[in-house]
């Protein structure tokens, strides 16, 4: 089983402290992170990186350096998968079939990869595309998949 985390979801703990999903973030990526199931397509440390040099560059306080210790100690929580040539086929016949852009159907092919693997976003559009694909019970928002690792349902 795994449990997909996309970057909307990745970056909240260091972006959104206010938001109560933040909490709720943090813990679904400890919990999922201590019992092994934390994985993500490579494209996460881009994105990642992306937020927090450039989206959310005065959420984190510092230099260039603080922003990198932060993506690297985010990134650093999941287990990177890189995609070999039968998921990139698989991503883009997602991607062509979902509408999504090929790094939001990495995310989706990754989840489906396992038959019980879940995908986690705070993304609206990837999540509705995610639960045509995944089904209901295997695409979440953070409150939803927070409570699902708590409850031990995944």
């Known amino acids: 089983m795994s449990i997909v ?3 909307s979801v990745a970056v909240l703990p260091a972006t959104a402290r206010e938001d109560p ?5 943090r813990a679904l990526l400890v919990e999922s992170h201590d019992r092994g199931v934390l994985r993500a397509p490579a494209v996460l440390a881009w994105e990642v990186g ?8 005065g959420a984190i306080p510092g ?4 922003r990198a210790r932060v993506t690297s100690m985010i990134v650093g929580l999941f287990e990177l998968v890189v995609p070999d ?3 990139l086929q698989r991503i883009g016949e997602i991607a062509e079939r979902a509408s999504l852009t090929f790094y939001d159907a990495s995310y989706v092919e990754l989840a489906a ?10 993304d609206r559009q ?3 595309r995610a639960r045509d694909e995944l ?8 409150e939803l998949g927070a409570f699902a690792v708590e409850q031990g349902l995944v």
């Not at 999903?21 to 973030?25: C, D, E, H, K």
């Not at 230099?63 to 603080?66: I, L, Q």
């Not at 990869?113 to 705070?122: A, I, M, N, P």
């Not at 089904?135 to 953070?142: K, L, T, Y």
């Open 5 to 7: 985390v996309d970057a």
């Open 21 to 25: 999903r933040s909490g709720q973030a």
């Open 50 to 57: 992306n937020v927090m040099h450039r989206k959310e560059k």
């Open 63 to 66: 230099d260039v350096a603080a």
């Open 85 to 87: 040539s039968d998921a």
């Open 113 to 122: 990869r396992d038959d019980v693997g879940v995908l986690v976003t705070e």
């Open 126 to 128: 990837l999540l509705r």
């Open 135 to 142: 089904g209901q019970d295997r695409a979440f928002d953070v």
